[in-house]
């Protein structure tokens, strides 16, 4: 059964940092999409980043430059560091998965293409 936690959400101060964490069980890292998703009150689920692999990410245009993805396979853990953080970056985060086909390169920030999800961590940054 695969299981996602995430941890590492508060509140912050606009241009402060934090660090999202993402412990998964019940799957290979290496097999999987791990996305980044977040949504605000009334607002959709929107993607914000996934990895398959080191140096194979995508980033929402919203968050490239300030966030990046990042993974510990040996830990299982993947990481979502935030910088230069702003207001509209307020919302929930969730952690995802979405099983790969073998080698393929085909990123995706839709949410309906992930399969497990986490239950969530709040960020909140004031202005």
């Known amino acids: 059964q695969v299981q996602l936690v995430e941890s590492g959400g508060g509140s912050v101060q606009t241009g402060g940092s934090l660090r999202l964490s993402c412990a998964a069980s019940g799957l290979i890292l290496s097999s999987n999409y791990m996305g980044w998703f977040r949504q605000a009150p009334g607002k959709e689920r929107e993607g914000v980043a996934t990895i398959a692999r080191v140096g194979f990410t995508l980033y929402a245009d919203s968050v490239k430059g300030r966030f990046t993805i990042s993974q510990d396979k040996v830990k299982g853990i993947t990481y979502l560091q935030m910088n230069s953080l702003k207001p509209e970056d307020t919302a929930m985060y969730y952690c995802?998965?979405?099983?790969?086909?073998?080698?393929?390169?085909?990123?995706?920030?839709?949410?309906?293409?992930?399969?497990?999800w986490g239950q969530g961590t709040q960020v909140t940054v004031s202005s």
């Open positions: 995802a998965a979405r099983p790969r086909s073998g080698g393929s390169w085909d990123p995706s920030l839709k949410f309906s293409y992930y399969t497990s």
